[in-house]
């Protein structure tokens, strides 16, 4: 919330495609996290780090019928969120954040 609230232009839209693209993993590897805000996104002040996910104590698999249903009302769940914390800038630009969300995956990069 703090990076996406100060970063610049450039630096913002990266750290949302990148958002986006962690939430695409998360959704295939684990399911929807149950509180998903922008308190629960870490990332580095220069949008080019990695992007953590924490607190997923309550994620659910995302099996089943309405699967992409639920996806997307985890996604949702993101931009109330936004919404709420008065992140405009994060919110108007919000579709760089979709955008990353359903790109292909990038192969992981090894250490």
Same mark, same amino acid.
Request: glycine residues 10%; positive net charge; proline residues 6%.
């Given at each position: 919330?703090? &990076?996406?609230?100060?970063?610049? !232009?450039? %630096?913002? #839209? =990266?750290? *949302? +495609? $990148? ?23 870490? &990332?580095?002040?220069?949008?080019? !780090?990695? %992007?953590? #996910? =924490?607190? *997923? +104590? $309550? ?53």
């Amino acid at each position: 919330a703090v &990076v996406l609230a100060s970063a610049p !232009g450039a %630096v913002r #839209v =990266i750290t *949302l +495609d $990148r958002i986006g693209r962690a939430f695409r993993s998360l959704h295939v590897a684990v399911g929807v996290h149950a509180d998903l805000n922008a308190h629960n996104i870490l &990332v580095t002040e220069d949008g080019e !780090g990695p %992007v953590f #996910v =924490i607190d *997923l +104590d $309550r994620a659910t698999d995302l099996e089943g019928p309405g699967t992409g249903r639920r996806a997307r009302a985890n996604l949702e769940r993101l931009r109330r969120s936004f919404r709420k914390l008065g992140l405009r800038d994060a919110l108007r630009e919000w579709e760089y954040l979709e955008r990353g969300y359903e790109a292909p995956p990038r192969p992981p990069v090894a250490a």
